[in-house]
């Protein structure tokens, strides 16, 4: 069975400073990974994905996140960190993925709570 | 034009009660997912549906009925509502094309709040 740990709870950085959130996950076969942003009453919006390729893919408002499998991980970074991007990032890895129909199903990790300081 | 809709947006009830929640997406996609939120923010599938067909079911009680009137809409029941199912639930939807593999988008989330 697939799983996703994200190690860090929560996490403050400055504003203006770089930002890295960890993802390590467990699956069998090759991963599709994902990270959401959720932000306060709000749904979850897709930052980036990984399904193949290039290991190192760009996302939205400024994110990118590395795909290492050698460490099983996944995790995400921004250069900058803005006040907008106070919220919970949680990373997810897609399990059935080949599968036809709603076979798929997505697995989260616990999420980490990044706030900004100004 | 909102992709995945949910409503209600809060849902307060008594224990006991029996209540819905509804989920509509205008994507076109033929995959939806029902998934709880608890306290912790820990998100956990509880059903998947395709083209109205059950396909996933991630042992949730069966106080739990998901229907699936259409491929756009996927609606869950939940019968004698218990304190333990105050969360906030979220429906989700996916295209499911061949081989490819398409992300799930999601609803904004209904907060149930069982008193």
């Known amino acids: 069975a697939q799983s996703v740990t994200q190690p860090d709870i929560h996490i403050t950085v400055s504003e203006g400073a770089s930002l890295e959130l960890r993802c390590n996950y467990s699956y069998g076969a090759t991963p599709y990974l994902f990270w959401y942003v959720q932000s306060p009453g709000q749904g979850l919006q897709l930052l980036l994905k990984y399904f193949s390729g290039d290991t190192l893919v760009q996302g939205i408002k400024g994110f990118e996140a590395e795909f290492k499998r050698s460490q099983s991980s996944f995790n995400l970074r921004k250069p900058s960190v803005h006040w907008s991007d106070a919220a919970e990032y949680f990373c997810?890895?897609?399990?059935?993925?080949?599968?036809?129909?709603?076979?798929?199903?997505?697995?989260f990790g616990t999420g980490t709570q990044l706030k900004v300081e100004l | 034009d909102t992709a995945v809709s949910q409503t209600p947006k809060y849902l307060v009830t008594q224990m006991g009660n029996d209540k819905s929640i509804k989920c509509e997406q205008n994507l076109g996609h033929d995959t939806m997912y029902w998934y709880k939120q608890d306290s912790k923010k820990f998100l956990k599938i509880m059903f998947s549906?395709?083209?109205?067909?059950?396909?996933i079911n991630e042992t949730v009680p069966n106080r739990f009925s998901p229907k699936s009137p259409d491929k756009a809409h996927l609606n869950l029941h939940i019968n004698s509502l218990e304190l333990g199912d105050s969360a906030v639930y979220f429906c989700?939807?996916?295209?499911?094309?061949?081989?490819?593999?398409?992300?799930?988008?999601f609803g904004p989330g209904t907060r149930l709040t069982v008193l």
């Open positions: 549906y395709n083209n109205k067909e059950l396909i």
């Open positions: 997810a890895v897609g399990a059935g993925a080949k599968l036809t129909g709603g076979g798929n199903k997505l697995t």
């Open positions: 989700a939807s996916r295209n499911t094309p061949g081989s490819s593999y398409n992300e799930q988008f």
